[in-house]
């Protein structure tokens, strides 16, 4: 049971590495890992809780990049210097995090028709532990800042040209000097709208814990 659960897992992070997670079926990840659709169901309440699992696995991955990217907790310094180092460095590792931004797409009102009470509340506890985990031996910024981004990663996806396939796969194939279609690069549209969000967040979360 584990072997095949881990398949299908690994089945479905291929296919999201490949196409928009809108244009994957149940039917096409069941023939893709070699079993037949209701055989997947048994471990999985539908398509959105497979992916829902991949978002969880990638989301802790992600955590786990940030702490060795930030290393060892360093005193605050004044000025926000230290929001705005987390914001940064923040910004970069999601950046680098595509299979997490594109799990991150799955639409909230589908998840709630499709997914069972109970995964629910489970992936909400696991979600919430995780947060916490890598918190534990941070001071509150990272705190602020990694719940905010679980958040909006779940409730709005990424930034839809920033997770456009064709898009970036065309801007990795050429060279910076090279792009004269008038467009921003999109990835670094993507990080440099991220930072500044954060540097927003984490300075009022600051500046609030000081009032």
């Known amino acids: 049971m584990a072997a095949r659960r881990s398949a299908i897992m690994t089945g479905a992070r291929e296919m999201l590495a490949e196409k928009n997670l809108a244009d994957i079926s149940l039917r096409e990840l ?11 169901l048994r471990y999985f309440d539908s398509r959105e809780a497979i992916f829902l699992e991949v978002f969880d696995e990638e989301f802790q991955a992600w955590l786990a990049d940030l702490d060795g990217r930030l290393g060892k907790p360093r005193p605050r310094k004044a000025g926000y210097a230290t929001e705005v180092r987390l914001a940064t460095t923040m910004a970069a590792s999601l950046v680098d995090a595509e299979l997490l931004l594109r799990a991150a797409r ?29 918190c534990a031996t ?38 910076r000097r090279d792009r004269r279609d008038g467009f921003p690069e999109p990835r670094q549209r993507f990080s440099d709208g991220l930072r500044a969000g954060l540097v927003t967040w984490l300075i009022g979360a600051a500046a609030q814990a000081e009032a």
């Open 30 to 40: 069941s023939h893709r890992v070699g079993l037949a659709k209701s055989n997947v």
């Open 106 to 134: 799955l639409d909230g009102r589908v998840l709630e028709r499709n997914i069972s009470g109970e995964f629910a509340h489970d992936f909400k506890a696991r979600a919430m532990a995780n947060v916490a985990a890598v």
């Open 138 to 175: 941070r001071r509150s910024p990272t705190a602020v800042a990694a719940a905010r981004i679980h958040g909006v990663l779940r409730r709005r996806g990424a930034d839809a040209d920033r997770r456009h396939v064709s898009v970036l796969r065309a801007h990795r194939g050429r060279p």
